[in-house]
């Protein structure tokens, strides 16, 4: 099973600084990762795919890059509605899909 | 639009069955796999179950592995989860959800449902 390890697991910031989160798989999952966000109350938004690839609808301060082993999901500019819990996603090898724990992007 | 609505969670004893079910509309349900996953509130996701498109294959989480059973209707478009023999850690949130890519088995999830709370008494 491949475990995805995220950090920091809490990031205090203000609107309009940068985000960066991490997330570290125990083995290669190549390209195959995901992003997503989810909001308190709500159901998790797919924000990336494949790394790098933005969904749709997603704006371009989300922005994701990494392979292998070593993935970061960056927010530039924060704006207020961002501030929420991020995860990670990797389907490279599977059954079983693996998440990783969670970064809470909460304001400063 | 796309829409995933999930029905029957309910409280449970430990030991009993349950049966979820989502019903989905705006898009060819027969052309995308779905898939199952569970919250704890307040806690991480985790991926339940996993049926192609036909119905054809299966995966499983070991923890449900053998108690719990996917199944699809293509001609009602409705996904189902039979869980039987409850355990207090099956109680969570469960989100149906669509992988992104029609015929694949690409497990992105680009479309949740709302989720449907199940309780487990013991």
């Known amino acids: 099973e491949v475990v995805l390890t995220q950090s920091p697991a809490t990031l205090s910031l203000s609107p309009g600084e940068r985000a960066t989160l991490s997330c570290r798989a125990s083995?290669?999952?190549?390209?195959?990762l995901a992003w997503y966000q989810q909001k308190p109350g709500q159901t998790p938004r797919l924000l990336i795919y494949?790394?790098?690839n933005r969904a749709t609808g997603i704006p371009a301060r989300f922005s994701g890059s990494g392979s292998g082993t070593d993935f970061t999901l960056t927010i530039s500019n924060l704006e207020p509605e961002d501030f929420a819990v991020y995860y990670c996603?990797?389907?490279?090898?599977?059954?079983?899909?693996?998440f990783g724990q969670g970064t809470r992007l909460e304001i400063k | 639009q796309v829409q995933l609505v999930e029905s029957g969670g309910d409280v449970v004893q430990a030991g009993g069955s349950l049966r979820l079910s989502c019903a989905a509309s705006?898009?060819?349900?027969?052309?995308?796999?779905l898939n199952w996953l569970r919250q704890v509130p307040g806690e991480g996701l985790e991926w339940v179950a996993f049926?192609?498109?036909?119905?054809?294959?299966?995966h499983y989480a070991d923890s449900v592995k053998g108690r719990f059973t996917i199944s699809r209707d293509n001609s009602k478009n409705t996904l189902s989860l039979q869980m039987d023999s409850l355990r207090p850690e099956d109680a969570a949130l469960y989100y149906c959800?669509?992988?992104?890519?029609?015929?694949?088995?690409?497990?992105?999830?680009?479309?949740w449902g709302q989720g449907i709370l199940v309780t487990v008494s013991s």
């Open positions: 049926i192609s498109s036909d119905g054809s294959l299966e």
């Open positions: 959800t669509r992988v992104r890519d029609a015929h694949g088995t690409n497990i992105i999830f680009d479309y």
């Open positions: 996603q990797q389907r490279m090898i599977w059954p079983p899909i693996t």
């Open positions: 083995q290669s999952v190549s390209k195959f």
């Open positions: 494949d790394a790098s």
């Open positions: 705006g898009f060819p349900f027969s052309s995308y796999a």
